[in-house]
């Protein structure tokens, strides 16, 4: 199973970006799919996620700005964020929770390399 992220780059202060990540591999049902960020100095931080039959949740520092979706037909999660601020500036991480064949008693958690956003004031 492999995470890849796209959509990464620089956007001026104010803007919009979206990302998105594919799953790849073989799974049998995906648990839960989730936005980490991690900027220079500090430690990764779980900005949004969906978990299945839950509605879809944002940190307080981008709740009315960020929104995560996922297609899981396409097996494609996204993260649009708009009204970009300085402080966003961060390498973006979509991970995903989830169990690889029916039977399996425990889930598996996958990363994605991370994909860099910079946003210029």
């Known amino acids: 199973v492999q995470l890849q992220a796209f959509g990464g780059g620089l956007v001026q202060a104010g803007g919009s970006l979206r990302l998105s990540c594919v799953v790849s591999?073989?799974?049998?049902?995906?648990?839960?799919t989730s936005w980490f960020r991690q900027a220079p100095g500090k430690q990764r931080e779980l900005i949004a996620d969906i978990t299945a039959g839950g509605p879809a949740t944002a940190a307080e520092s981008v709740k009315g700005r960020f929104t995560c979706s996922r297609e899981d037909a396409q097996n494609t999660m996204y993260l649009q964020m708009n009204n970009l601020k300085s402080e966003d500036t961060a390498v973006y991480y979509c991970?995903?929770?989830?169990?690889?064949?029916?039977?399996?008693?425990?889930?598996?958690?996958?990363w994605g390399k991370g994909t860099l956003v910079t946003v210029s004031s």
């Open positions: 991970n995903a929770v989830v169990m690889l064949r029916d039977g399996d008693t425990h889930w598996r958690t996958y």
């Open positions: 591999g073989i799974i049998f049902r995906i648990k839960s």
